[in-house]
């Protein structure tokens, strides 16, 4: 990726009526499916999210709210509802 191909895409995105478009969700969905390293990667994010900062930990639990609806505290507390 380039600063060229990320401004495009900005301007692009920025340039929707109603903000919305679901190229970037198309986008999202395949590199997540194309990643090998996901699983490895999700564990990573929720060791991190428990040596965080309760700030960083609400970033990060705003941030996979946003992209699966559910924070990772309540999906840290779903594993803990099944052991």
Known sequence: ???????????YLLAMPDNWNPELA????????SDDELP???N???WN???STTRDQ?????????????T???L??????NK
């Open 76 to 81: 840290i507390a779903a594993v803990g509802a």
């Open 58 to 70: 609400m970033i990060i639990d705003d941030v996979l709210s946003y992209l699966c609806g559910y």
């Open 1 to 11: 990726m380039t600063e060229e191909q990320f401004l495009r895409g900005k301007e």
């Open 44 to 46: 990573r994010l929720a």
């Open 49 to 51: 999210y428990l040596e």
């Open 40 to 42: 490895k990667q999700i």
């Open 26 to 33: 198309e986008q999202f969905l395949e590199a997540m499916q």
């Open 72 to 74: 990772l505290r309540s």
